[in-house]
């Protein structure tokens, strides 16, 4: 990997603790990871295996990686949203496969930290501190086949029979369930038809009556996705989270500082793809020069680095604005919306600089064109950040 341009080492304006956790984190990828990397063959598309997985998520915790995000109490560390996204965009920058999962954020830490406040004792012992400490994997199961942006349209069931729940139902487009233990899920108690009451619950996905089916990938190649269905499952009541029908308060109640924490992961695949088509551009000879001569292409790397600057810029006045105590509701969305297309466009223009090489599957910019597509989707549509931002110009215009 080549070092970043001059034009991209800007200063670095988190806090000295923030700084020494990015150096250690940059080598813990750089190093052992990669090291691992190679000794399994292991790439973007090609997940590791479950084994390879656990062992991970344990040395990130014991390296004081993995639960950096939790609350205080249970080993976080307290980070501003500042430090929070200079720390993420650090990992994805360094283009590691394993940067999605030292932090835990398919299936650890991020998925149940928000929760410790609701928690029973009960659930606390047997899925949250579990999950901080590396020893299950956890997803966050909302969306249906007629549940996507509509999130509230859940029609997952559960019924109360005597000290249990009774869940009926299929999430789709789970992510981190084919090799997660348990779910955070969202279902509805409504009672009567037509209403609409979210509550979420604990569900382990080893026991009678739920089990996940995965055989599916994304266009990014990953098949980190699954289903999960329920038939007949009986959980205990204690696995209730917080109150019936306070479900969707629950999982989106961190929603503005959510749809920020994407873009960092955004940003920092941006980043790469930006210095492999600068690389590949310094490189590449055609008609007896170096096709970064060519102005067409100096024009691509310099729109690639514009958009790469704006996109940044506004994710980190975005998370100021939240430290400082601002909603920034509105704004949340605007990074988000601004940072996942303006990543589409760097990785589309890396695509073209390498010409066909670009094309050919197994290049690094041609798995970031398709990864990079796919986060004008996820969490949140485009669209859906469109109407946020819309709602709050103008009010409810119904
Ligand atoms: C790889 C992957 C991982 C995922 N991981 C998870 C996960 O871990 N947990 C989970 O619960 N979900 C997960 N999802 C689901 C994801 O959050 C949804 O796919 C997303 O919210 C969009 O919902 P949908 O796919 O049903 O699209 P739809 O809601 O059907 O949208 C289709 C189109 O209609 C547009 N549209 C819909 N409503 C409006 C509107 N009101 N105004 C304007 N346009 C609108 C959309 O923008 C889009 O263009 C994942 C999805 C993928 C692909």
């Known amino acids: 990997m080549s070092d970043t341009p001059a034009l991209l080492e800007r200063p670095f304006e988190g806090t000295e603790r923030a700084a020494e956790l990015i150096g250690r984190l940059q080598a813990f990828l750089n190093g052992e990871l990669a090291d691992l990397v190679r000794a399994q063959g292991i790439n973007h598309e090609n997940s590791p295996s479950l084994e390879t997985l656990r062992g991970v998520w344990k040395r990130s915790r014991d390296l004081g990686f993995y639960g950096l995000t939790l609350p205080e109490k249970l080993g976080g560390l307290g980070l501003s949203v500042h430090d929070h996204v200079l720390v993420k965009e650090a990992i994805y920058a360094t283009g590691s496969p394993f940067a999605p999962h030292v932090l835990g954020e398919l299936s650890g830490p991020p998925r149940v930290g928000a929760l410790a406040r609701q928690a029973t004792p009960e659930q606390l012992q047997n899925y949250i501190l579990p999950v901080a400490r590396a020893e299950k994997a956890i997803c966050f199961a909302l969306t249906e086949a007629e549940a996507g942006s509509d999130a509230g349209a859940v029609q997952t069931r559960a019924v109360k029979d005597g000290e249990h729940y009774v869940l009926n139902g299929r999430k789709r487009f789970i992510s981190g369930s084919p090799f997660a233990d348990a779910a955070v899920l969202m279902a509805s108690t409504a009672t009567n038809p037509g209403e609409r009451e979210v509550t979420a619950f604990f569900v382990d996905l080893n ?87 060519f102005q067409a292409i100096q024009h691509m ?19 100021r604005q939240i430290d400082a105590g601002s909603e920034a509701r509105a704004e949340a969305s605007m990074a988000k919306l601004f940072c996942s297309e303006a990543a589409f466009r760097i990785a589309d223009r890396a695509v073209q600089v390498h010409g066909g090489e670009g094309i050919v599957q197994g290049r690094r910019v041609e798995f970031l064109f398709r990864m990079l597509r796919m986060y004008r989707v996820l969490t949140g549509t485009s669209e859906i950040q469109r109407n946020t931002i819309a709602r709050e110009l103008l009010g409810d215009t119904r």
């Open 301 to 319: 790397l310099a729109d690639m680095a514009t958009d790469l600057t704006a996109a940044r810029a506004l994710m980190l006045n975005v998370a």
């Open 207 to 293: 026991q009678a009556g739920a089990r996940v089916e995965a055989g599916y990938k994304t266009m990014a190649g990953q098949s980190h996705t699954g289903d999960i269905v329920l038939e007949d499952c009986r959980i205990p009541a204690g696995n209730l989270i917080g109150q019936p029908g306070r479900g969707l308060a629950l999982a989106l109640g961190r929603i503005t500082v959510n749809r920020l924490l994407h873009c960092p992961a955004m940003v920092g695949l941006a980043t790469v793809a930006l210095r492999d088509a600068r690389d590949y551009a310094l490189q590449r000879r055609q008609f007896g020069r170096s096709i970064a001569q």
